[in-house]
Structure formats: structure tokens, C-alpha cells
């Protein structure tokens, strides 16, 4: 049965999307950087990206039967919302160093960094929320 667009709303489990989006928003556009910068910031910026996604996923998978499992699936959204807004950090020190040469620069076009600022917003306030919505089960 089909719902029409008009009555769509967000669904609950969106975050994951997001989480997937900035996954592989991260690792196209990481590839692109420069090699020298590899294994001191976009290693990092992929690794966060990645954790973002995996404790996403793992706590959704979580179906809290009890307070214990509640509490594992609540500290999973609480390690994925922090490594979201630990990847802030190493993205403004890429670009700082981007910026240092203006022809590395041109090809990234500020795009990604504004596609990262919002998939991050994005994907915070879906966590948050997510977590204001199952406390309040409680």
C-alpha cells in the first residue's frame, strides 16, 4: 500500500541513512585529498565517519527488552553522536591545510565541506532526537 508524498513524514530510522550518506560521502571525497595528508587527517576523518555508521547500526539492532539492553543501546547513539561531533575537529584542519595551496583546493570547491556540515547536522539532530524519543519510553 502506497503513501502519498504529500503525507510522508521522517522515518525513524533515518539516522542510518544519513549515517550510510556520510560514510561514503567521507570516503569519496578523503580519496581525493592529497597522499601526504593520508595518515594524518583523512585516516582520521574516515575512521569517525565509519564508527558514525557502525554504532548507528549496532544500535539499532538492539531491541531493549530490559533496563541492561536499554542502557547498551542508549550508550551506542551516545558513541555514535560523539565520534559525529568529533569529526568536526580534523575536517577544519583539512581544510586549513587545503587552503595553505589554493590548486588542491579548487578541486574539493567548498562542496564537500558544506555536504559534510550538513550531513553532520543532520545526522546529529536525527540522533538526538531518536534518543529524546526512546527516553521518553521510559
Known amino acids: 500500500m502506497s503513501v502519498y508524498v504529500s503525507q510522508r513524514n521522517e522515518s525513524k530510522a533515518q ?5 550510510r550518506k556520510l560514510s561514503a560521502h567521507t570516503l ?20 569517525l565517519a565509519r564508527k558514525v555508521y557502525y554504532e ?4 539499532n539492532s538492539i531491541n531493549p527488552r530490559n533496563h541492561v539492553e536499554f542502557q547498551n543501546r542508549r550508550a551506542h547513539f551516545q558513541l555514535a553522536l560523539a565520534a559525529c561531533e568529533n569529526m568536526e575537529i580534523p575536517l577544519m584542519e583539512l581544510k586549513a591545510r587545503l587552503e595553505l595551496n589554493p590548486e588542491e583546493y579548487k578541486q574539493w570547491k567548498n562542496y564537500a565541506f558544506q ?18 524519543g526512546i527516553c521518553a519510553k521510559l
Open 15 to 19: 539516522f542510518l541513512e544519513t549515517a
Open 28 to 47: 569519496t571525497y578523503c580519496l581525493k585529498a592529497p597522499k601526504r595528508l593520508t595518515f594524518f587527517l583523512t585516516k582520521d576523518i574516515c575512521a
Open 56 to 59: 548507528a547500526n549496532t544500535a
Open 115 to 132: 555536504e559534510w556540515g550538513r550531513l553532520l547536522l543532520e545526522e546529529q539532530k536525527l540522533i538526538k532526537g531518536f534518543m529524546e
